[in-house]
């Protein structure tokens, strides 16, 4: 990215549809799909990285966990940069609940978290779901599969 300059980049969260191939290794164990956390880090990782470049970054999709991760290069990257942050600082818990939360449109946004109401709203999701910090990835995606 840093050598193309992109005008735009867009951001978008892997789902594995039934009947692709990449889906039947996921299933056989032949690849490995990052969860929540992983998925996380390697885009803080990725944002850290752009340098040098001045492009309009979106996170525009429902599917993807963070709707606030936009703006523009080199202006917004530490805004974008601090709400990965901030997730990754969450207890496994407030993680479980974000992520859930966000898939099902209990919240919108990683600030959602400090309204007593949708976080309870979240929480009560999680716990119909029987979701726990265990298979919240699994969890996570049922849901996306949802969508498609």
Excluded: W
Excluded at 67 to 81: A, F, N, T, Y
């Amino acid at each position: 990215m840093n050598q193309i300059n992109p005008d735009f980049i867009r951001l978008r969260t892997l789902v594995l549809p039934e009947g692709t191939p990449l889906a039947e290794q996921y299933r056989s164990g032949e690849f490995d799909k990052m969860g929540e956390v992983e998925t996380a880090e390697e885009l803080l990782l990725f944002l850290e990285s752009l340098n040098g470049i001045e492009s309009t970054v979106k996170s525009d999709h429902v599917l993807n966990l963070f709707s606030e991760v936009e703006g523009r290069l080199p202006q917004d990257k530490e805004k974008m940069i601090s709400t990965v942050r901030s997730y990754l600082q969450l207890s496994p818990q407030q993680q479980m609940v974000f992520s859930i939360g966000r898939r099902t449109h209990r919240l919108s946004k990683l600030a959602d978290l400090d309204d007593p109401i949708k976080y309870r709203y979240a929480e009560q999701m999680c716990s119909g779901l029987g979701a726990n910090t265990e298979n919240a990835d699994d969890i996570v995606d049922s849901i996306i599969k949802r969508f498609i």
